[in-house]
């Protein structure tokens, strides 16, 4: 497990190992949401780079004879 420092200036640096292993580069934009006592970090991703994620997905739907 990695720790982190909150900085004087209130800065934070990832640890070389997270950032690695999810490709974030600097400048990487995050959406920063409180949850109960935590902080999570979520990165954006330009929109150009989520086209095809969801390629191969199922997209049938079981639905009940009324909703048909």
Same mark, same amino acid.
């Given at each position: 497990?990695?720790? *982190?420092?909150?900085? &004087?200036?209130?800065? /934070?640096?990832?640890? !070389?190992? =997270?950032? @690695?292993?999810? +490709?974030?580069?600097? $400048?990487?934009?995050?959406?920063? *949401?409180?949850?109960? &006592?935590?902080?999570? /970090?979520?990165?954006? !991703?330009? =929109?150009? @780079?989520?086209? +095809?994620?969801?390629? $191969? ?12």
């Amino acid at each position: 497990m990695s720790t *982190i420092t909150l900085s &004087n200036e209130y800065h /934070l640096v990832i640890p !070389k190992e =997270i950032r @690695e292993s999810m +490709g974030l580069q600097a $400048g990487t934009t995050f959406e920063a *949401i409180p949850y109960n &006592n935590r902080i999570e /970090l979520i990165p954006i !991703k330009p =929109i150009n @780079e989520l086209k +095809g994620i969801f390629k $191969g997905i199922d997209t049938n739907i079981t639905r009940e004879d009324d909703r048909v």
